[in-house]
């Protein structure tokens, strides 16, 4: 049975943002998901994941940041991207609390921007209970002399990164299997064969929905493996 979205509006300082809101009857965990540099929540790629997760039991909430609700393209500052997450994970855990499932586990999941900026955001205290990184953009394209890790290995939640083998923003894959390593025992990295940074294979298509659908598998197989209070 397909799990109703609810469309839900975030305040983030002052700021609206729109968000969707999904929760299988007898979920036990929320993803919230955000998304990447270039696109924004309704994309295919985003709109597939959580409603897979959804058919898999786990609630989802996915939202956009104030650039893309005010159809900027240039993605917000940091500051601005954080306080988005903090806004953003508030709500998530309010709405649990009201389903009747206070202090259930909040994971905190992105495309690329989206993830990095979750990954900042949990560096700088948001609580979350993991991360889970849909293409985690290491450094720019061409550019590895200027990798984006120095926080990565100071979180210790469980973390999982998904990431493409022919990922121009993870090249050469020896250097994320290198920060992972040096984060530690709770991060585990995922790679998947061919696949580029929108998790595309060459020869291989298929519709973005379909590619979002098939992250769900793992990323439900791992939240589980880390969250004990689901059944």
Same mark, same amino acid.
């Given at each position: ?94 709405? %649990? /609390?009201?389903?009747?499932?206070? =202090?259930? #586990?909040?994971? *905190?999941? &992105? !495309?690329?921007?989206?993830? +990095? ?10 609580? %979350? /209970?993991?991360?889970?990184?849909? =293409?985690? #953009?290491?450094? *720019?394209? &061409? !550019?590895?002399?200027?990798? +984006? ?83």
């Amino acid at each position: 049975m397909t799990t109703a979205e609810q469309p839900i509006t975030i305040d983030v300082d002052g700021v609206p943002v729109s968000a969707v809101s999904a929760r299988p009857p007898g979920a036990t965990t929320t993803i919230v998901v955000a998304h990447g540099a270039g696109a924004g929540m309704e994309h295919p790629f985003m709109s597939g994941f959580t409603r897979a997760l959804n058919d898999d039991g786990i609630a989802t909430l996915r939202f956009n940041f104030p650039y893309r609700e005010a159809g900027r393209k240039f993605p917000d500052r940091p500051p601005v991207a954080i306080a988005t997450w903090r806004a953003v994970m508030d709500v998530a855990a309010a709405r %649990a /609390a009201a389903a009747g499932h206070p =202090g259930e #586990p909040i994971w *905190a999941s &992105g !495309k690329s921007f989206g993830g +990095r900026m979750a990954s900042m955001a949990v560096a700088e205290g948001m609580q %979350a /209970a993991g991360l889970v990184f849909l =293409g985690y #953009p290491l450094h *720019a394209p &061409g !550019k590895p002399e200027k990798p +984006r890790d120095e926080h990565l290995p100071g979180i210790t939640v469980p973390m999982l990164f998904l990431q493409g083998r022919n990922d121009p923003f993870a090249q050469p894959t020896e250097q994320l299997d290198d920060v992972v390593a040096r984060v530690g025992p709770n991060a585990t990295l995922d790679w998947i064969a061919e696949a580029n940074h929108s998790f595309e294979v060459k020869g291989a298509k298929r519709p973005a929905a379909e590619i979002g659908a098939g992250l769900a598998v793992p990323v439900a197989a791992f939240v589980r493996a880390h969250s004990p209070t689901i059944e």
